[in-house]
């Protein structure tokens, strides 16, 4: 009986241990895109680095200029959960977007790096636009009062 006891506690002990080893101290945080992409930019080098050491170092763009091909995009989002206080909202941690330019030949030319610091605002209008298209004509305003009172008592 004694043993059995002893194993118990042993086991009980090495399940908590255990489960509190797994336990990380660590953020959660969301990727979006290449992670570390601004130290991966680094490694891009201008009038050296081609298109072909472009895609092994950062891997395809997200995107590519519709009007010529010159022009690669990548993009790298990290969201992280906020505090308690404001209920676990997300919070934007890091929003950097690199933006490439290669000449005919494939040679990188320029490269520019905004994080969500230089980024500028753009303010949108708050007014109303109307048409005609969106006001109904008398013949359904009429047709839809007909119908509401069809099935209103129901």
Same mark, same amino acid.
């Given at each position: 009986?004694?043993? +059995?006891?002893?194993? =118990?506690?042993?086991? $009980?002990?090495?399940?908590?241990?255990?489960?509190?080893? *797994?336990?990380?101290?660590?953020?959660?945080?969301?990727? =979006?895109?290449?992670?570390?992409?601004?130290?991966?930019?680094?490694?891009?080098?201008? *009038?050296? &680095?081609? +298109?072909?050491? &472009?895609?092994?170092?950062?891997? &395809?763009? =997200?995107?590519? %200029?519709?009007?010529?091909?010159?022009?690669?995009?990548?993009?790298?989002? &990290?969201?992280?959960?906020?505090?308690?206080?404001?209920?676990?909202?997300?919070?934007? +941690?890091? *929003?950097?977007?690199?933006?490439?330019?290669?000449?005919?030949?494939?040679?990188?030319?320029?490269?520019?790096?905004?994080? +969500?610091?230089?980024?500028?605002?753009?303010?949108?209008?708050?007014?109303?636009?109307?048409?005609?298209? @969106?006001?109904? @004509?008398?013949? @359904?305003?009429?047709?839809? %009062?007909?119908?509401?009172?069809?099935?209103?008592? $129901?």
């Amino acid at each position: 009986m004694f043993f +059995k006891i002893k194993y =118990h506690i042993l086991i $009980k002990v090495v399940l908590i241990s255990l489960f509190l080893y *797994n336990c990380q101290l660590k953020e959660p945080t969301k990727n =979006h895109g290449i992670v570390f992409l601004e130290n991966r930019a680094k490694k891009l080098l201008i *009038n050296k &680095t081609n +298109k072909n050491d &472009t895609i092994k170092i950062l891997g &395809t763009p =997200h995107s590519i %200029s519709l009007d010529d091909d010159s022009l690669w995009i990548y993009i790298e989002r &990290t969201f992280t959960k906020g505090s308690y206080l404001k209920l676990g909202k997300n919070i934007l +941690k890091t *929003n950097n977007v690199l933006i490439l330019n290669y000449d005919k030949y494939g040679i990188l030319k320029e490269k520019k790096l905004l994080n +969500k610091d230089n980024k500028e605002e753009i303010v949108f209008s708050q007014d109303i636009t109307e048409n005609k298209m @969106s006001q109904r @004509s008398f013949v @359904s305003k009429f047709l839809n %009062s007909i119908k509401t009172k069809m099935y209103g008592n $129901k």
